[in-house]
């Protein structure tokens, strides 16, 4: 069965243009044809097209079912990379993977100090289509990180930070609570600065380690949702 996203969906369901000259441009829709829809917030919906228009297609829709969320879910707190595309690229797997927030922050070492905000949204939407999920990754404004620290996410979670500071650290794997949400903060190119690792742990937040290698930003992102999400099962 096809697969759309609607943030809101009705009884009779108006699609925006872009997705109404997809549905009857490519995929040659016409009236009958049958999708599923889900609204990134846990709930599909079986689509039934009424009215078949590249400018507005019209479904009557009947819900399926309902998912809750995650109750151990993780929010990733990264500095994006300089390089556009290799965020982008992050963004895409971790909502293939199901992160359940992506928090942007800015550090002193950042080198990238603007987000594309509208552009990543899509890129999320995209990446829960293609993996055929109901809950969308929450993309929270960018704050910096001391501003992420005196958040009251912070104080409500359980939370790691991975830097690459000689320290002794225990491996994220072995450290991720069961059945709890929690969230981790990943440096940018030139990790987090020694006042900012000390910072954190004054917050009362636990430093890690993924592994002996030394990886750049997107690929300790990636790392980090994969030992999430394994540590789960």
């Known amino acids: 069965m096809r697969f759309f996203y609607a943030p809101e969906v009705s009884p009779l369901h108006q699609l925006n243009a872009d997705e109404s000259k997809h549905m009857v441009r490519v995929l040659r829709a016409t009236a009958g044809d049958v999708f599923e829809i889900v609204d ?9 097209l009424k009215e078949a228009d590249k400018r507005c297609c019209l479904l009557t829709t009947t819900l399926l079912d309902e998912h809750p969320a995650p109750s151990a879910g993780l929010t990733l707190v990264i500095a994006p990379t300089k390089s ?8 895409e797997k971790a909502m293939e993977y199901g992160v359940q927030r992506i928090q942007p922050v800015w550090t002193k070492r950042s080198e990238r100090k603007t987000t594309k905000d509208d552009r990543w949204n899509r890129i999320l939407i995209s990446a829960l289509k ?12 960018a704050m910096s ?3 992420w620290l005196e958040s009251e996410d912070v104080k409500g979670l359980r939370g790691f930070i991975a830097h690459c500071e000689p320290s002794e650290k225990q491996h994220f794997f072995d450290q991720v609570p069961k059945d709890a949400p929690c969230w981790i903060g990943i440096g940018p190119e030139g990790d987090f600065t020694p006042s900012e690792i000390e910072a ?4 009362g937040v636990t430093p890690v380690s993924l592994g002996d290698q030394r990886l750049r930003t997107e690929t300790a992102g990636l790392a980090a949702v994969q030992m999430h999400q394994l540590s789960q099962r």
């Open 40 to 48: 990134g917030k846990g709930r599909r919906y079986k689509g039934v």
């Open 84 to 91: 556009t595309e290799r965020f982008e690229w992050l963004l």
């Open 130 to 141: 293609q993996s055929r999920q109901v809950w969308l990754t929450e993309l929270a404004h």
């Open 145 to 147: 990180w001391t501003e």
């Open 200 to 203: 954190a742990l004054n917050a």
